[in-house]
């Protein structure tokens, strides 16, 4: 599941010609990736849910250009707001912002990009609904949050779909920018897409072996 046509057709272009996976949209946000990754579910039998795209990386976890395999996937701001901080679901009582991906997968999908020379890291990829654009922002979450190694928006929401249907998930983030003070003009999509692709290829590597 990516959330838009340029991250499929990145993700395409790695698989090649395999038959054994479909690359549909998720849409942009949680919901939809939620709702979409469901309706995909129920049409089709499937053995494993994946959510790619690329995203930002955390100063210090992941510098552009490289790749991020979540360990965990993070629901990073479902919660509540108090005059003494932030209060996660887990906290408040009702669900987990947490979803483990399959871990075996995740060793071997790492293992397999670090064997060809691939920059990849390892951490929590964080689920937001409002990108991150500020310092004060990024030093919350990391405080809150010290092995996040990227963000995106959709991960959660297709990782919730497939715990629904009891599916091992992986989240992969390809890093196109410095999550922090929103800069347009420092955001390198072309490496992001290009490691798209290249993630793309190992994961089919990976999976057909």
Known sequence: MTA????????????????????????FGPASAAARTAAEL???DYGLVISAGIGGGFPGKADVG??????????????????????????????SSVIMPETALVQAFIDAMSSTGITVNRGSILTVTTGTGSAERTAALTTRIPDAAAEGMEGFGVATAAKLWNLPVLEIRTISNAVGPRDRAAWRMKEAFAALEAAGAILRRVITE
């Open 4 to 27: 838009v046509e340029a991250e499929q057709q990145a993700m395409l272009r790695g698989i090649g010609d395999s038959e054994i996976f479909d690359v549909k949209l998720a849409g």
């Open 42 to 44: 129920s049409a089709s």
């Open 66 to 95: 490289s790749t991020v395999i979540a360990d965990r996937i993070i629901a990073a701001d479902l919660g509540a707001e108090t005059p003494d901080g932030f209060l996660s679901v887990d906290e408040l009582g009702f669900g």
